[in-house]
């Protein structure tokens, strides 16, 4: 503790890193609570990303192209292994899997009508499609999940594509969960569930189990869609290279990566903080996955988990990717999180901009409520219009940097543009540490501080410098 107290002297206050105030707080509450705690959003956590790398663009070793002349191409063409009817995207973007049920109506409508003029598809979620949705989205895939909520097999043949969902980044080795604070009327009878009760899905496939019984469910999916479909399978990031290679092995044509950054409608807290691997890492992993199976190219990967930006679209096809998926972004540029409606982010207990209540249904701005007065605040013209204005700002950051490396085309991207700014980047990456020339890996990095010690040695014999 303290020395005897002087005239003047203030005892300084300090915080234990162990026992910080936000532990004591989540001890005390749990404690009021009896379980743990569910929250909305994604991880708090401090991990390793994209804003870890940099580009190192044109100079005189490489000719940059001129944006304001040069066509810089960004088509897309997913599921060519297979199907019969690939997707053909204008943007290497796609809106991710959120159901209806964890947003509104309104939500999912603005989101597939600026997909529509975007030239880039969305996705259902559980609970199955949203009739308004469809007819609003010129591309969508409709997700198959272990909970069957909605399925519809005539929903399947109205798709462009399907995917299969084995887990998802905010959560892997998890079902969903929706409140029962949205299961109003309509979600519940499109969900076949009581109204106002928990829904918590299952987080194994009714049909399948492994990785044989997964190649038996393709093929069955194949069948009834006249193998036109393209078939997605989604994991979340853990096991990457093995799970990879068994949904190869089970012949799907892409395969949707989610990240450790990867957000939900609602989850148990420390999910989102102590599972799965981080986007970077995970592309990383993936990559080199599908080519040790020598089908890099041939079955697609759309990677997502945190992209906020064009930037973050760049690296991670510079990394290998051919597309990436936004949901947390989309949900930003609706309104989510936005400076409005102060009084009702007070009642929750947080300011606009740190909000993370997804998942009660009391969404301030409309986007992730089921309550009628809460939607109609979300105007869904408006709403499009700053997804469409959005994404088209991903798609010109990202020729923007394809350009500066002297790239015709964004897929043309390669992880030779990159260079790691953190020692851990660049030993995740493999990617050269700005600066040097060669990827610093752990033996690397060994061999060094040896040869290193061992020059130490040789100039300082017995301890002594010489002079």
């Known amino acids: 503790m303290s020395q005897q107290d002087g005239d003047g002297y203030k005892p300084v206050l300090r915080t234990s890193k162990i026992w910080s105030p936000e532990v004591i707080e989540d001890i005390q509450l749990k404690a009021q609570l009896g379980r743990y ?20 663009p044109c100079g005189l070793s490489r000719v940059a192209l001129e944006g304001y002349r040069e066509r810089c191409e960004t088509r897309t063409v997913l599921g060519t292994r297979f199907a019969r009817k690939p997707i053909e995207l204008k943007l290497p973007i796609t809106i991710s899997g959120m159901s209806y049920g964890a947003l509104s109506k309104t939500a999912k409508t603005a989101l597939g009508t600026a997909a529509t003029r975007l ?6 979620g559980d609970g199955g499609m949203l009739w308004e949705e469809r007819q609003a989205s010129h591309l969508m895939v409709y997700q198959v999940l272990p ?12 798709a462009d594509a399907i995917e299969i969902v084995i887990g998802q980044g905010a959560k892997p080795g998890t079902g969903g969960v929706l409140l029962g604070s949205k299961v109003s009327e309509v979600i519940a009878n499109q969900r076949t569930l009581p109204p106002g009760v928990d829904q918590r899905s299952p987080v194994r496939h009714p049909d399948f189990i492994g990785p044989d019984d997964l190649q038996i469910k393709i093929e069955e999916l194949r069948e009834a869609t006249d193998w036109e479909k393209p078939i997605y399978v989604k994991l979340g990031a853990s096991r990457v290279a093995d799970d990879i290679k068994l949904a190869v092995k089970a012949k799907c044509d892409v395969i949707v990566l989610d990240g450790l950054e990867g957000a939900t409608g609602a989850s148990p807290d420390v999910l989102l903080d102590h599972t799965g691997i981080p986007t970077m890492s995970a592309v990383c992993e993936a990559v080199r996955a599908l080519d040790d199976m020598k089908v890099l190219g041939e079955v697609q990967l759309i990677v997502s988990g945190g992209i906020k ?16 998926s936004i949901g947390t ?17 007070h009642k929750l207990g947080v300011e606009p901009g740190s909000c993370h209540h997804c998942h009660t249904g009391r969404c301030p701005v409309g986007v992730t409520t089921q309550d009628p007065e809460l939607e109609s605040r979300l105007k869904l013209d408006e709403a499009a219009d700053r997804v469409f204005n959005f994404v088209q700002s991903m798609a010109m950051e990202l020729q923007m940097f394809a350009r500066a490396c002297g790239k015709s085309n964004v897929h043309h991207l390669e992880a030779e543009d990159l260079r790691a700014l953190t020692l851990e980047a660049s030993i995740i990456t493999g990617i050269p540490l ?19 010690l061992d020059q130490r040695a040789r100039k300082h014999p017995n301890g002594k410098a010489r002079h």
């Open 147 to 158: 909970s069957r909520y909605g399925f519809n097999p005539d929903h399947l043949k109205m």
């Open 309 to 324: 930006n064009g930037v973050d679209a760049a690296k991670a096809l510079a990394l290998g990717a051919d597309a990436v």
């Open 119 to 124: 030239g880039i598809s969305t996705t259902t």
């Open 329 to 345: 972004a989309a949900l930003i540029a609706l309104n989510c999180n936005a400076p409005l409606y102060i009084e009702d982010y």
């Open 434 to 452: 700005a600066g040097t020339e060669t990827a610093l890996t752990p033996d690397a990095i060994a061999d060094r501080v040896i040869k290193a």
């Open 37 to 56: 705690r569910m929250q909305g959003f994604s991880t708090h956590r401090r991990v390793p990303t994209f804003d870890d790398l940099t580009f190192v």
